[in-house]
């Protein structure tokens, strides 16, 4: 089983049309446009990256929401 970071879609093997290398680990694609999607900007679709972006930008837009509030946790 493949998985394709751009449009997230597990493949099977006969479903990978394009694979790019990036950072010394190959990706699977459905497709051209997936692949050049992922070949503008590997880094935004590389999960760590992407979940630490939004982890980031998360505890920002927290930190802007709860100013002067007591951040729980639900
Ligand atoms: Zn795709």
């Keep these: 089983m493949y998985y394709d970071p751009v449009c997230?879609?597990?493949?099977?093997?006969?479903?990978?049309?394009k694979t790019y290398t990036f950072d010394g680990k190959t990706y699977e694609f459905c497709c051209?446009?997936?692949?050049?999607?992922?070949?503008?900007?590997?880094?935004?679709?590389?999960?760590?990256?992407?979940?630490?972006?939004?982890?980031?930008?998360l505890a920002e837009s927290n930190a802007e929401e709860f100013k002067g509030k007591n951040p729980t946790c639900h």
């Design 32 to 57: 051209d446009y997936c692949r050049e999607k992922f070949s503008d900007s590997p880094e935004t679709y590389i999960g760590k990256n992407w979940w630490q972006r939004f982890l980031y930008r």
């Design 8 to 17: 997230k879609n597990t493949l099977t093997e006969e479903q990978v049309k």
